[in-house]
């Protein structure tokens, strides 16, 4: 059986784990990051883990890869020209967005410029209404006259967005073909119909834009990553993670890259779903702690939350995606002092180029690893097994710098950078837990991500969390959850009318088109029929709302019957959402939503072996809540034996992570290798 290679590009590291089902084994693996050519670290990883473990190029048979390269390149504007062609009348839509704030206090902080600058943005004659009343027919020949402008700006890609294509798309398909027929193949011609046809203009042109946006920069970085794999001599075409958590083929996210922003923590969540249905935890908050963030995501009765509508560099994106909020704490988050002569940390980071200062790559800003180090939490000889050697005195010059300038010891600095990136963390909990009406007390929180085990206590205590999950491979954990994904699609059909039992022939043929849209993708992408699933779901909302609720579709025929049951589980979401429900009140049904999925099914893990319960290695001295160091016993986490209990404190170490458990806490070993913390309870 050929090897199934995980592979999940961070800002400090890029993780892999390959499962070898004949062998019966996982193989896993870390490098540091290649910012400036994000395949190159996954090309030479691929070659270095085959090396070390004897295994031809060939043994490769399926790459999965969640990537932030889209993302990334939004946030620096590094991405291609772009041109709209818009209705006559709605030039400036994109710009003059929801007149909404992003923070209502802060009348400094605006949306962020549009990525289609006035020049570039043209209209055209061509309007339907709501209805599909044709106001407006296209004018092709005003249409056929911007080439010339389109030209002249030397455009990457344009993209066409009228109102209502997203139930009307005939104009925009037009306005596509004459296009495509005038402007070099070079240049790429969209529609925002053809890439999410949902509900709300501004939404749906910006999403299409930002998508036009990012064509140029993942066609050439796909095309990169698939040429380089080849060369290492293995046939494996990469599958790309999506957003939503399902995986796409690499022509798909060439043609919607828009779809892979948030790839890489859709995976880690897919992780966390699969281990806490093994392990019985139904209700999970997730902590990713990576090098140059935190994300955050709430998982109820095995199912993540998941929206429609996200924010992508300050961009609303509106797409089928993990629910993640992300805030700019991490492993390389950089300690400074502001102008107001207070220790701020991050939301910059040092990533891995050059790194933390303790790295000795040229790095002189202190971090939170550096602060680690110097409180003896993290090792202070090297990182990934040996492989990176870490420099204690540089992490102490780096930090002693800020101390200096606040006036406060070496080692109170250290704590103080902790605390406060602790803190940031707390805050991207509450917004998921909290500020929604949940209870945190009541979940169990999973901390993966190379830095979430470092960090997973504090944040815990301060929610009032008392378990903590630490899986088998917490800083791979992304990696590893894309061996949980399958292939996926998300389509839509907007109906925007009265949910009431007469409509069942026009939802139907609705029904009946999104059908014949995923079985044409179905096809395209060779699943096998009996490999085919289908789940349904509606966007429901009182009539003169502005935003609908989302719930299942559980008769797909939507039967007068099924019509019925939807509308009850309606009021039953409302007042479980907002407290209130309206009983007497019409119900819209605004659209209806497909997910495509490729059934498949997954390995399982694998119980740990009877063996001798562990011993620590040596003792360090380490620092806690407390300035006072604690000697404290080090473990290796590969010594340890299931059913193991380690009272705190005690550090455990592997190649990706570090496990902290303080002094009063208890670490318990579970059949399959995970580690449970359970805190002490606090005096009254």
């Known amino acids: 059986m050929p090897l199934k290679v995980g592979v999940d590009v961070g800002g400090t590291f890029t993780d892999f784990f390959v499962i070898d089902e004949e062998a019966g084994r996982t193989i896993r693996y870390k490098r540091p990051s290649t910012p400036a050519q994000p395949q190159e670290a996954i090309l030479q990883g691929i070659g270095e883990l085959l090396k070390l473990h004897d295994l031809p190029p060939s043994a490769v048979g399926a790459l999965f890869h969640g990537t932030t390269v889209g993302t990334n390149a939004l ?28 923070k209502v206090y802060d009348i400094h902080q605006d949306f962020p410029a549009p990525l289609v600058t006035r020049d570039c943005r ?12 044709v106001v407006t027919p296209l004018d092709e020949e005003r249409l056929g006259g911007l080439v010339p402008a389109l030209l002249d700006r ?8 009228f109102l209502h294509s997203f139930a009307y798309p005939e104009h925009e398909r037009r306005a596509v073909e004459v296009l495509r027929a005038a402007l070099p193949d070079s240049v790429h011609v969209i529609s925002s119909a053809s890439v999410y046809p949902e509900f709300r203009e501004y939404e749906r042109f910006t999403t299409a834009v930002l998508n036009g946006a990012l064509l140029t920069v993942m066609d050439r970085y796909i095309s990169r990553l698939i040429s380089g794999v080849k060369a290492l001599g293995t046939v494996a075409r990469p599958l790309i993670s999506q957003s939503s958590g399902g995986l796409m083929s690499a022509e798909m996210a060439k043609e919607l890259p828009i779809r892979a922003s948030l790839s890489g923590p859709a995976a880690g969540v ?38 429609s509508l996200q924010d992508v560099g300050g961009f609303p994106v509106r797409m089928p995606a993990v629910d993640v909020t992300a805030v700019g704490a991490g492993g390389g988050t950089i300690a400074w002092i502001d102008k107001d002569a207070l220790l701020k940390v991050g939301p910059h980071s040092a990533g891995a180029d050059p790194g933390p200062a303790c790295y000795g790559l040229g790095g002189v800003d202190a971090t939170t690893t550096d602060a680690n180090v110097l409180l003896g939490r993290l090792s202070n000889e090297a990182l990934l097994g040996g492989r990176m050697p870490i420099s204690p005195g540089l992490a102490r010059k780096a930090i002693a710098g800020l101390a ?9 600095t250290a704590l103080g950078i902790l605390k406060l990136a602790g803190t940031t963390m707390v805050k991207a909990l509450r917004r998921m837990s909290i500020e929604r009406g949940h209870d945190p007390s009541k979940f169990v929180l999973f901390a993966f991500g190379g830095a979430g085990p470092l960090f997973s ?6 929610i009032g969390i008392s378990t903590v999950v630490v899986p088998i491979n ?19 059909g907007t109906y925007l009318r009265e949910l009431a039992p007469t409509a069942e022939s026009a939802i139907k043929g609705l029904r009946d088109a999104l059908v014949a849209d995923a079985e044409a993708w179905f096809s395209n992408e060779k699943v096998p029929p009996d490999q085919r699933g289908y789940e349904w779901r509606a966007e429901l909302r009182y009539r003169g709302q502005n935003f609908e609720l989302s719930l299942p579709i559980f008769d797909e025929s939507l039967s007068a019957d099924g019509v019925e049951a939807l509308r009850e589980a309606f009021h039953v979401a409302h007042e479980r959402s907002y407290g209130f429900s309206m009983l007497g009140e019409i119900i819209e049904l ?15 893990p694998t119980e740990l072996p009877e063996a001798r319960q562990g011993r620590p290695t040596h003792t360090r001295n380490v620092i806690f809540d407390l300035i006072e160091p604690i000697e404290t016993p080090i473990y290796e986490r590969a010594d340890l034996a299931k059913g193991q209990r380690i009272q705190g404190p005690a550090i455990i170490d592997q190649q990706d992570a570090t496990t902290l458990v303080y002094p009063g806490d208890e670490a318990r070993v579970d059949k399959w290798g995970n580690i449970i913390i359970q805190l002490r309870r606090e005096a009254a």
């Open 404 to 412: 200096e300038k606040l006036g406060l010891e070496t080692l109170d």
């Open 474 to 492: 917490p800083g791979l954990m992304c990696a590893e959850g894309l061996h949980f994904c399958a292939l996926s699609n998300d389509f839509v």
């Open 154 to 161: 030397k455009v990457d890609c344009v993209v066409v967005a």
């Open 457 to 462: 206590i504090d944040v815990a205590r301060e």
């Open 590 to 604: 605004v659209s209806i939503k497909l997910k495509a999925r490729q059934k498949i099914e997954f390995v399982r």
């Open 122 to 133: 043209f209209e055209v004659p061509a309007r339907v209404r709501a209805d599909g009343t």
């Open 75 to 102: 946030i620096q504007r590094r991405i291609g020209k772009v041109a709209l062609v818009t209705s006559e009348g709605f030039r400036d839509l994109i710009e003059i967005g929801r007149q909404t704030r992003p």
């Open 270 to 307: 897919s992780a966390v779903v699969h281990w806490a249905r093994q392990m019985g935890y139904r209700e999970v908050i997730t902590l990713d702690i990576g090098g140059t963030s935190s994300d955050v995501a709430l998982i109820r009765d095995y199912e993540p939350s998941e929206v």
